[in-house]
């Protein structure tokens, strides 16, 4: 089992650009959740997925913002255009259902300049 | 709004003792799951333990146990016999029946030698 899959680990680019980080869950899995981590805010929910549908995304922070899984093994998380409060730890996690413990992914360390 | 609260920011332990993070929630729910997830400085965050709401045991795992009162709405976290390798950030978190999600703000555990 190759765990989830992020990429990229690390993102360096300057405010304004267009962002794109990728997921890849566990085959199987049916829930997909991406997270925004920093030392203000801590760990944050921005969207679930469920089998494929985006079942709650009150906790994007923004239009900038924008999830899609167009299929069972992948998803992107976009920033367009970022700005450096944008900055964070991003992880994606996957599980068989909500209620099942979630798998992360070494999550993605964004810097916007 | 749905809170998870972990009112110990920030604790410290020697190795070989016993130490209990605490974590509050607060749901209307009857039915509902409660998880424990550690952060260590590797990033990844790994699953702990995980209790069902309608299930009055105590979920246990090796070194790792829950106090889990349901009127009083806690779900401590013990970790006997502590390791140096159990220093990490820890998350409670709580998952409703509707699949909605909330963390705590964590709290950071160090285990001295």
């Known amino acids: 089992d190759a765990g989830v899959i992020q990429s990229p680990r690390h993102e360096v680019t300057e405010m304004g650009q267009e962002v794109t980080l990728r997921c890849k869950p566990i085959s199987g899995h049916n829930s997909l959740f991406w997270y925004r981590q920093t030392m203000m805010r801590g760990l944050e929910l921005l969207i679930y997925f469920n089998n494929n549908v985006p079942i709650d995304d009150s906790g994007m922070p923004e239009d900038r913002f924008s999830a899609k899984m167009p299929n069972a093994s992948f998803s992107t998380l976009k920033i367009q255009p970022s700005e450096p409060r944008d900055s964070a730890v991003y992880f994606c996690a996957s599980s068989l259902d909500a209620r099942q413990p979630q798998h992360f992914g070494d999550g993605t360390r964004l810097s916007i300049l | 709004a749905q809170t998870v609260t972990q009112s110990q920011p920030e604790m410290s332990v020697q190795e070989a003792e016993t130490v209990t993070l605490s974590c509050t929630y607060d749901?209307?729910?009857?039915?509902?799951?409660l998880f424990w997830y550690k952060q260590p400085p590797s990033r990844q965050m790994i699953l702990v333990i995980r209790?069902?709401?309608?299930?009055?045991q105590n979920a246990t795992e090796n070194r790792f146990s829950v106090n889990f009162q349901k009127a009083a709405k806690s779900f401590s976290l013990k970790i006997s016999d502590s390791q140096l390798g159990d220093t990490a950030m820890y998350f409670c978190?709580?998952?409703?029946?509707?699949?909605?999600?909330?963390f705590g703000k964590g709290t950071l555990l160090t285990v001295n030698p």
């Open positions: 209790q069902e709401a309608y299930k009055q």
């Open positions: 978190e709580n998952t409703m029946s509707n699949y909605k999600l909330t």
């Open positions: 749901t209307s729910e009857s039915n509902y799951y």
